[in-house]
């Protein structure tokens, strides 16, 4: 394992990035990289192939899509496809867009796209047109490519983000598929993952011929930068205990995770009645809908938005202040991805849980796992009916959080 004060680098202009990279970087205000973009960056632009582990937050994307635009302009070509980036979902495939648009502002660079939810003949209409870069999700592209519309025989680098996800989303065969379509030489292949398990060992065996393994996870811990509470209540407690806290705090720009698509709608229902201007997102939720919802809560339009662990990865919401797990998540990735879309580029963040009596062994095998106690807080007027040890020292020590006498939702 290196060690973290190696890779204290005060500036991206250290990584050898061109100056037009540079410039655009810093028109987004980044100061100094990360520990895993000073880690795979040099090594992308050395061509070698990576299995990075690193968790939500760390500046992933940036670690490769800045190097892989860094190649393509040397390469003096545009509008030859050389590389290709596999996501699991339409909302990541956006994001990543985004991220490259700002990132290569002031060089000539065209992305596309291959989504589900996009008319199939405009994104073959720019393909046809000349690309370098394609961003998708796996089950379209093939079926692109099955047609025999698009050829990637061109392709030299292949990133596979969130493979975790990618695995548990059932898309390893696409993946392997897709793999064996690229150019068969010198090409390069980039995985990056949030966890380390044997199925993620497996795949990197499968696809990657002598990776150089990153795993930044030691050193890339959140804990510091997100203060995690646990608000101990009642199942029919949790709406007015929702809105109670997000109005009695005056909180803004609040992203809520709920478990089920029906229970996403109820809790907007409820927050808009309270007056908290709120929106969905959600698997049933078309994906304009999505992105439209998406650009009001960044714009502040409304106040907070309400969604299933559909956006827990790979959505970079800037500066999100506040996340709370309406429902407490049920494993510990999905509440590590769902906490980590605040707190990104080292802005700190506040992590709150509603924890009913069910929830009460996973919280503490979660705590386990985290080494950590997350911070208990008892708001007055919805105390849990059932007083578990944690409710009953805080009781004891009188250390109540709020007042509940008066309910103002501004």
Do not use: W
């Amino acid at each position: 394992m290196f060690n973290f004060k190696d890779l204290v680098i005060k500036n991206f202009d250290l990584l050898n990035l061109s100056p037009n990279i540079i410039s655009a970087i810093y028109d987004l205000d980044y100061k100094i990289p990360t520990p895993i973009q000073v880690k795979v960056i040099p090594l992308i632009l050395q061509k070698k192939s990576i299995l990075a582990i690193s968790k939500s937050g760390s500046g992933k994307t940036g670690s490769f899509c800045l190097p892989i635009l860094e190649n393509h302009y040397k390469k003096k070509e545009t509008n030859i496809l050389r590389t290709i980036i596999l996501v699991p979902t339409r909302q990541l495939a956006v994001q990543i867009s985004k991220n490259i648009k700002l990132y290569s502002k002031y060089i000539d660079i065209n992305t596309l796209n291959i989504i589900g939810g996009l008319n199939s003949k405009i994104q073959l209409n720019k393909f046809k047109k000349g690309v370098d870069i394609i961003i998708a999700t796996p089950g379209r592209l093939l079926d692109l490519v099955d047609n025999q519309n698009i050829k990637i025989s061109s392709v030299k680098t292949l990133v596979i983000d969130e493979a975790d996800m990618m695995l548990d989303s059932g898309f390893i065969n696409d993946i392997n598929k897709i793999s064996k379509l690229i150019s068969k030489k010198e090409n390069q292949i980039l995985m990056f993952s949030a966890t380390f398990s044997q199925n993620i060992k497996v795949l990197a065996k499968q696809l990657l011929n002598k990776p150089v393994v990153i795993d930044i996870r030691d050193i890339t811990k959140f804990e510091n930068m997100i203060e995690q509470k646990v608000i101990y209540s009642d199942n029919n407690l949790k709406k007015e205990l929702l809105s109670y806290y997000i109005g009695a705090n005056n909180l803004h720009k609040v992203l809520v995770f709920v478990n089920t698509k029906n229970d996403v709608d109820q809790v907007v229902a409820n927050l808009n009645l309270d007056g908290l201007r709120s929106l969905a997102i959600h698997g049933d939720i078309s994906h304009t809908s999505r992105q439209k919802a998406l650009g009001k809560f960044e714009a502040g339009d409304i106040r907070v938005l309400v969604c299933t662990s559909i956006v827990s990865r790979g959505i970079d919401i800037h500066k999100l202040p506040y996340v709370i797990n309406y429902d407490f998540p049920n494993d510990i990735e999905d509440y590590i991805h769902r906490i980590g879309r605040t707190s990104r580029a080292s802005n700190k963040g506040e992590a709150i849980s509603i924890v009913c009596n069910e929830d009460k062994i996973r919280l503490k095998d979660f705590e386990k796992n985290l080494k950590l106690t997350l911070k208990n807080v008892i708001v007055e007027g919805f105390e849990p009916t059932i007083k578990n040890k944690e409710f009953l020292k805080l009781n004891k020590n009188k250390n109540k959080y709020f007042n509940n006498k008066s309910k103002q939702y501004r």
